[in-house]
């Protein structure tokens, strides 16, 4: 079964622009959760689909958005990109809900100029 | 408030030596659940366990083993006789019935030298 894939793998951007990142989850899985990743912050939630409805959402700005397809497949958009947002943009998915074990991409490295 | 404590931040061991990890949680919830995942320097982050609230037996798989005791809120994971391949940042994660996402610890950044 191949693993969850996420692109671009790593992108640059500049800051004011915004940026749309893509996630396909382990086939038959529902649940994809996207999760941020820093040196200072740690990993850090960001939202969880399921079934195309955001069931959890952390504690982000609104700039941060995301959405589900039918197809289970995920993408998520930041907005008026700001320096603080350079990080690893992991995605990861399971069967059910998040409590089930979540398989994590390799994650989109974003760096912002 | 930090959910999830990882106390150490870097380990470094010479091979064959075995390593604890620790992990504190912090919950209200009655049902929860625990998990060790490793991330190598690849970046990719690696599930290895997950438990529940309501499992405290200990698990062994091969030269990994988790010690989980309620009592003292507390989900350790030993390797023993560590590996070059062991070097990575293992991280500590909980997910409370109330919310499902994972609440990761700050991770601890493991070294294993020849």
């Known amino acids: 079964k191949a693993g969850v894939t996420q692109t671009p793998r790593y992108l640059i951007k500049t800051r004011g622009q915004q940026v749309t990142l893509s996630c396909s989850p382990i086939s038959g899985h529902r649940s994809v959760s996207w999760y941020q990743q820093t040196p200072g912050q740690g990993l850090q939630f960001l939202f969880e689909?399921?079934?195309?409805?955001?069931?959890n959402k952390g504690n982000f700005p609104g700039r941060f958005s995301g959405r589900q397809f039918s197809n289970s497949r995920s993408e998520m958009n930041v907005s008026t990109l700001e320096l603080g947002d350079s990080a690893l943009y992991l995605c990861?998915?399971?069967?059910?809900?998040?409590?089930?074990?979540?398989?994590f991409g390799p994650g989109t490295r974003l760096t912002v100029t | 408030a930090q959910k999830v404590t990882q106390a150490q931040t870097e380990i470094s061991v010479v091979e064959k030596e075995d390593v604890t990890l620790d992990c504190v949680y912090e919950?209200?919830?009655?049902?929860?659940?625990l998990f060790w995942y490793k991330q190598p320097p690849s970046g990719e982050l690696v599930f290895l366990i997950r438990?529940?609230?309501?499992?405290?037996q200990n698990e062994i798989s091969g030269r990994y083993s988790w010690n989980f005791q309620k009592s003292t809120s507390s989900f350790n994971f030993t390797i023993t006789a560590s590996q070059v391949v062991d070097s990575a940042v293992y991280f500590c994660a909980l997910s409370e019935n109330s919310g499902y996402a994972l609440n990761f610890g700050k991770g601890t950044s493991l070294l294993v030298t020849p």
């Open positions: 919950t209200r919830d009655t049902t929860y659940y």
């Open positions: 689909y399921f079934s195309e409805t955001q069931r």
């Open positions: 438990r529940n609230s309501f499992d405290e």
């Open positions: 990861a998915s399971s069967f059910e809900v998040s409590s089930y074990e979540q398989y």
